[in-house]
């Protein structure tokens, strides 16, 4: 449904009546500060539910082998103790 003029007008003259020719300027930048915080707002959250939903997953990386004992060299068993009987 289109707005009529006569509307428009009506609430010209209402505000007018209400606030004063002087108070005009400063009620217009006060609703411009008011939308373009809400703007800001806005993109910030639409941002943030974006990157959330985007989550970028990378895969664990592959674990390596250690790399195998030269011939002659005997690598330390896994679990064992030590060699020394002075902890025991």
């Not at 609430?11 to 606030?19: A, D």
């Not at 959250?45 to 674990?63: D, G, K, W």
């Given at each position: 449904m289109p707005i009529h003029p006569f509307w428009i007008i009506a609430?010209?003259?209402?505000?007018?009546?209400?606030?004063g020719p002087g108070r005009l300027p400063e009620l217009g930048a006060g609703i411009g500060k008011a939308m373009r915080e809400f703007r800001k707002a806005t993109s910030?959250?639409?941002?943030?539910?974006?990157?959330?939903?985007?989550?970028?997953?990378?895969?664990?990386?592959?674990?390596?082998?250690?790399p195998p004992a030269a011939p002659g060299e005997s690598a330390p068993a896994h679990g064992s103790e030590s060699a020394s009987p002075s902890n025991r």
């Open positions: 609430i010209i003259v209402v505000v007018l009546i209400i606030f910030e959250l639409t941002s943030e539910v974006t990157h959330t939903t985007q989550a970028v997953t990378s895969p664990p990386p592959a674990a390596t082998p250690p």
